[in-house]
């Protein structure tokens, strides 16, 4: 069969088309895979005549019974009207072995979930190149996020506007999967209110220890040094690595400076902000530019190479990270010079 674009995946997921026996699902978004290959797996056990079964594999199986992909596939189901194989693609699926099984005859259908994959991977070529077969492609991006948020908050009943949205897919992650299930963990907060808030999102979306690095970041840029070091030992007692802390704290950091530095050029704070990616939490917002303003580009500049030696020096020492992190947070907090912040 053809090799399906990304944008024409949808309609096959809804209806596969007629002959295919055989579908590759691949892509960098395991949960948008899983997803979507569960929605096929469903229509084609639904769609050809009844009620199927659906048998799911990965390499342990395999790997206890080198036959059971085969025998599966040309097993009459005894008690469904078809049968549908889902197998995740690992070492123990080799492209020789399928590509004989796609060969012969087949009593169900097959599903195999894997990775990203390169154009010239042997499992794509297969899939693409076999006439009874399809392979698709899957990339997540925001118009995906965005559409299962108006999936989600619509058969819950409840409405979103334009700018809590944008907040919302700033808590979401880029597995599909995980995102779904925070939507509808949302929607179930949020039931009866008739309309997702901020207080909503903050509330329910994204865990404790993110919200408590988000805290930490701001405790070190604005300067208040004994709330980061109180707030590096929860951190650290609740499970959450100095060395998370710290490269969170990096990014925080490289984005001040960016801002900082396009108010340098000339453009207006506010605007340089509008243009971060993720933009900060509208709350925060104002302690953001005020902390911009505060350091300045050039002391920005010269923090960085300090932050960015603390993880170094985590990384390689993961006993001491704390003492990097504690070290770092004390000088960024007595920032009495730039050259005392670049040697550290």
Not at 128 to 143: I, K, N, T, V
Request: hydrophobic share 45%; with cysteine.
């Amino acid at each position: 069969m053809v090799a399906y674009k990304a944008a024409s995946v949808p309609r096959f997921l809804k209806s596969p088309d007629a002959g295919c026996r055989s579908v590759l699902l691949y892509g960098p978004d395991a949960g948008l895979v899983t997803e979507r290959a569960a929605l096929l797996a469903t229509v084609f056990a639904g769609g050809r005549g009844g009620e199927g079964e659906i048998v799911r594999l990965d390499d342990r199986d395999l790997a206890e019974d080198a036959a059971r992909l085969e025998v599966e596939l040309r097993t009459v189901p005894m008690f469904a009207s078809c049968k549908v194989v889902r197998v995740a693609a690992g070492a123990k699926l080799d492209v020789p072995s399928l590509k004989a099984l796609l060969e012969g005859p087949t009593e169900a259908i097959l599903i195999v979930e894997a990775g990203n994959l390169r154009p010239d991977s042997g499992l794509r070529k297969l899939f693409e190149g076999h006439p009874s077969s399809a392979a698709l492609p899957c990339y997540g991006d925001e118009r995906n996020i965005s559409g299962l948020i108006d999936e989600e908050l619509k058969q819950a009943g409840l409405i979103i506007d334009a700018e809590t949205r944008a907040h919302l897919m700033t808590r979401l992650g880029a597995d599909q999967a995980l995102s779904r299930a925070e939507v509808a963990k949302l929607a179930l907060f949020a039931c009866g209110d008739g309309r997702i808030t901020h207080d909503h999102i903050d509330a329910i979306v994204g865990d404790s220890a993110e919200i408590a690095v988000e805290s930490f970041v701001y405790q070190v840029s604005g300067g208040d040094t004994l709330a980061a070091l109180t707030e590096l030992v929860r951190l650290e007692a609740a499970g959450t690595e100095p060395s998370t802390a710290l490269a969170a704290l990096a990014r925080h950091f490289i984005q001040l400076h960016r801002v900082a530095a396009a108010a340098g050029s000339g453009q207006a704070v506010e605007q340089a902000v509008k243009s971060l990616k993720p933009r900060p939490h509208f709350k925060r917002e104002p302690l953001f530019i005020a902390h911009c303003r505060r350091w300045g580009a050039a002391r920005l500049l010269a923090a960085l190479p300090a932050i960015q030696e603390a993880i170094r020096r985590s990384r390689r020492f993961p006993d001491l990270d704390r003492i990097f992190a504690e070290r770092l947070v004390l000088a960024l907090g007595h920032r009495k010079s730039d050259p005392a912040i670049a040697s550290l």
